[in-house]
């Protein structure tokens, strides 16, 4: 009697199963993918077999959304994401939102969007979404001061930014009457450049320390190389003899005959652990930057944006150009390098501005101007 029940069961859950399959008209989603051209990015959703969909655009945030009907998600790909890495699309999502349905949504800028199309494949099935951006049309590069750079005649732009925040670690750098090191200022405003520059996606903002910590001044540009960098930019406060000297200035790698420039160099230069004997070899390193050109033109939209951004509210604030000047941290680099004194903190005035957390926003938001309009002169903004 027992085996007969369980024969019986047996069967009853046998037909239940078969007409659990034969009921469920559902075809499997099975993966998505995506591809991004120079001209537009097409989404692919694979399937087993031809579905109805629909699809809907929605605005704040932007997002365009496909439903399939009477489909079933592979669950490996349930509430997936995928990013997309180009100025118009941030991501792309798929999940089984209702028993029947699957839904893939594109988080994109409808701003950036010239159109989109949603369509079909079949053998096998597949829905395809392209979107297209709206094209940017090039800009020609302006020339330098000095004429149209190597980099301005190829068509170099920027992808990779290196900040190096001067000093750290067992090297304060120099030490206001209030206790401020000149360490821990200039990685605050390393940090807070670096967090403008989130904002672009197109490009990427590598720090060369990001905690007090001691870098030697001969391994800065040694980090840029190796992150292939297409500028370095090292901040430093300055400081003077001169309690009464103030202001903002910026240099690039050259030889320099003024008393000022050489009082800074030989402060910023103290901690390098080169001899003597290799005077030669520097100096021919320096005569042979062939960066120049470029380095004395970032360092000029630089010094110009830093002094329009603080005079807003700092009318005070004085101008000391843009000068040449033997520092080692910007020796070796492989790409445009500038140093940038802040401010003075030998100067009580500036000392106290250097303590407040808006001066140095300020400060940063000069810098990522002059860096975004350095860009756009190469005709890459």
């Not at 959703?45 to 031809?50: G, Q, R």
């Not at 099935?125 to 090039?138: A, C, E, H, M, W």
């Not at 652990?273 to 021919?284: G, H, R």
Request: glycine letters at 4%; a positive charge; charged letters at 25%.
């Amino acid at each position: 009697m027992l085996q007969k029940r369980i024969f019986i069961s047996s069967v009853v859950f046998l037909h239940i199963l078969l007409f659990a399959s034969f009921s469920d008209k559902r075809k499997e989603v099975s993966n998505l993918r995506y591809y991004s051209h120079p001209t537009h990015t097409r989404i692919v959703v694979d399937m087993e077999e031809l579905r109805e969909y629909s699809f809907k655009e929605l605005p704040a945030p932007d997002r365009i959304y496909v439903d399939i009907y009477q489909a079933r998600l592979n669950p490996l790909l349930h509430n997936k994401t995928f990013s997309v890495s180009n100025e118009y699309i941030t991501q792309v999502r798929i999940a089984q939102t209702t028993s029947s349905t699957v839904r893939v949504v594109v988080d994109l800028d409808f701003s950036k969007i010239k159109r989109y199309h949603v369509w079909h494949i079949f053998d096998p099935f597949r829905v395809v979404v392209d979107i297209y951006p709206t094209l940017k049309i090039p800009e020609p590069p302006q020339p330098a001061k000095e004429g149209y750079s190597m980099a301005r005649q190829l068509g170099l732009g920027i992808k990779t930014i290196v900040l190096d925040p001067g000093h750290g670690g067992k090297d304060p750098g120099c030490i206001g009457k209030n206790g401020l090191q000149e360490k821990e200022i200039v990685l605050d405003v390393c940090l807070r450049l670096k967090k403008l520059f989130e904002e672009r996606k197109d490009l990427e903002t590598i720090l060369t320390r990001e905690k007090d910590i001691f870098i030697p001044l001969e391994q800065r540009t040694v980090i840029a190389n190796q992150k292939r960098a297409d500028l370095f930019i090292s901040i430093h406060v300055n400081s003077s003899y001169d309690k009464r000297r103030s202001g903002v200035e910026t240099f690039y790698l050259n030889f320099s005959h003024d008393p000022s420039v050489n009082e800074i160099a030989a402060r910023e230069n103290a901690t390098s652990t080169k001899n003597i004997n290799e005077m030669k070899l520097i100096i021919e390193k320096i005569i042979q930057n062939s960066k120049i050109v470029e380095s004395k033109e970032l360092a000029e939209r630089i010094q110009k944006n830093m002094i329009k951004t603080l005079s807003k509210k700092y009318p005070e604030i004085r101008s000391l150009g843009v000068k040449g000047g033997p520092f080692w941290v910007l020796i070796g680099g492989e790409m445009p390098s500038i140093l940038i004194e802040i401010s003075h903190l030998s100067n009580p005035k500036e000392s106290e501005l250097l303590k407040t957390q808006e001066y140095r926003e300020q400060i940063s938001r000069g810098v990522y101007e002059g860096i975004l309009e350095y860009i756009q002169s190469l005709g890459k903004g």
